[in-house]
């Protein structure tokens, strides 16, 4: 792998694409964002979102025309459960030297503990728990996706506002501010919700989250979203503690695992630790140790 001049991390989610560009050394040069590449948003998406983010953090460096094949990239996928998926996106490589292809989980969880030993909970458009063990084992927890996991996220949060909104529209509950606020999103009548929905996928999902969040405080419907989400991640926690009590934890995600903070379970939170660092070096970590 002497031609590497390069390695690049990739953090890919349902409603965006974070890149960071390193030397052989593993040391950060430079990060650059790009459109969503999830996997199940479109495989050749995913790859035109990735590699145009990457040629934006190359262009940076004054790099007009990166040479693909003088690249390594760690890439942590939203959607690389699905075998399927992983495969074509593994064969679509659009030329780079050597990919490493994880879960967004994975990639998270080595940003979270430095490339150590440990476990997190992530929570961002979706949701899962991982934990990687001193003896080398993995395991995980929820990461079946969208709509039927995702749990405690921002997809979980948009689920949540779009059946209230369905509820306020058949008469059976009423409306708020919070639902009006709602509604001047998805549209007031049957027919503009149907229509939203048509075209809803995991992200239009999770834009509906800010909302919600900005009537915790004074809406209950919202609160209730809000403390099932905070339940939810602490479910998740219990389930990678189950054999392993003393597992550190950490929970990440940036924005709104931040603001869901005040809706976890107290004790629960309190036995949980801050994020070392984040999904984006996690990949770039990962890739790193591929090739040490």
């Keep these: ?72 990239v760690g890439l942590g996928m939203s959607g690389v459960h699905n075998p399927a998926w992983a495969e074509e996106f593994k064969q679509k490589n659009p030329g780079f030297a050597k990919i490493v292809v994880e879960t967004d989980g994975f990639s998270t969880l080595l940003g979270a503990t430095n490339g150590q030993h440990g476990g ?51 008469g059976r509950r009423p409306v708020t501010e919070f639902g009006r606020k709602l509604l001047s999103i998805t549209g007031q009548t049957k027919a503009e919700i149907f229509n939203w929905m048509g075209q809803m996928k995991q992200g239009e999902c999770a834009s509906l989250s800010p909302v919600v969040m900005e009537f915790g405080a004074s809406d209950e419907y919202a609160r209730a979203f809000l403390q099932e989400a905070g339940q939810e991640i602490e479910q998740i926690g219990l389930a990678l503690r189950a054999h392993h009590a003393d597992l550190p934890l950490a929970i990440c995600g940036g924005g709104l695992s931040e603001a869901l903070r005040p809706y976890i379970p107290a004790d629960f939170l309190a036995s949980t630790l801050r994020p070392q660092k984040d999904s984006c070096a996690g990949a770039l970590i990962l890739i790193y140790q591929a090739l040490a």
């Design 1 to 72: 792998m002497s031609k590497i001049q390069y390695l690049i991390g990739v953090d890919g989610g349902g409603t965006g694409t974070r890149i960071c560009i390193a030397g052989p050394d593993g040391i950060e040069k430079v990060r650059s964002d790009g459109g969503a590449s999830a996997l199940g948003q479109g495989i050749d998406k995913a790859w035109l979102n990735i590699s145009q983010a990457i040629k934006a953090g190359f262009a940076a460096l004054g790099i007009d025309e990166p040479d693909f094949a003088q690249c390594a």
């Design 120 to 170: 997190i909970i992530a929570i961002g458009t979706g949701s899962i728990g991982e934990a990687w063990l001193p003896d080398g084992q993995r395991l995980e927890v929820g990461g079946w996706g969208f709509p039927t996991s995702d749990e405690g996220s921002g997809a979980f949060l948009g689920l949540k506002a779009i059946n209230h909104v369905q509820r306020i529209i058949d």
